[in-house]
């Protein structure tokens, strides 16, 4: 159930975003699902979560939302946060890549490769739109996969 996914990650986040004056907001209609790995999903999310958070300033806000669309389940976290230089957009998802604006913070760089990797595990993909001083959304598209009847 991708409503109680994403509602769990937001509770194990809600006490950092309030630290740093960060509304963490989520929509999902309560009947989406997916057959996926539970825990890699996780990971996903949250970290997905965890930057949209780590690179927010104060009163800043992050949104979760998802819906069903093309027989895809669609799941976009979107904050607006110090956004991602059009350069750096293509250099994201290697594997210990850091731009400039994470050197700052903890991390390894293996994040985003680790979000790209499960996804594609799934047969899904994943896209970003970012501008500098604006924010970023980051799109997951993962094929739908509804519960057989009966």
Not at 13 to 25: F, G, L, N, Q, R
Not at 61 to 81: K, L, P
Not at 106 to 118: F, K, M
Not at 133 to 145: Q, R
């Amino acid at each position: 159930n991708v409503s109680n996914l994403i509602e769990e990650i937001v509770e194990l986040y809600e006490h950092v975003a309030e630290d740093k004056d960060i509304t963490v907001s989520f929509d999902c209609p309560k009947h989406i699902r997916i057959t996926a790995d539970l825990n890699r999903m996780r990971q996903v999310l949250a970290n997905l979560l965890d930057n949209a958070v780590k690179y927010s300033g104060p009163k800043a806000s992050v949104a979760i939302d998802a819906h069903e669309q093309d027989g895809q389940i669609v799941i976009r976290v979107a904050d607006n946060g110090s956004g991602i230089p059009a350069a750096e957009i293509s250099k994201i998802w290697d594997r210990l890549h850091r731009g400039d604006a994470s050197r700052s913070q903890p991390g390894l760089g293996l994040g985003l490769s680790l979000v790209e990797a499960v996804v594609r595990a799934h047969r899904g993909r994943v896209g970003v739109q970012s501008e500098p001083g604006v924010g970023s959304a980051f799109t997951l598209y993962l094929p739908s996969s509804p519960l057989p009847a009966g």
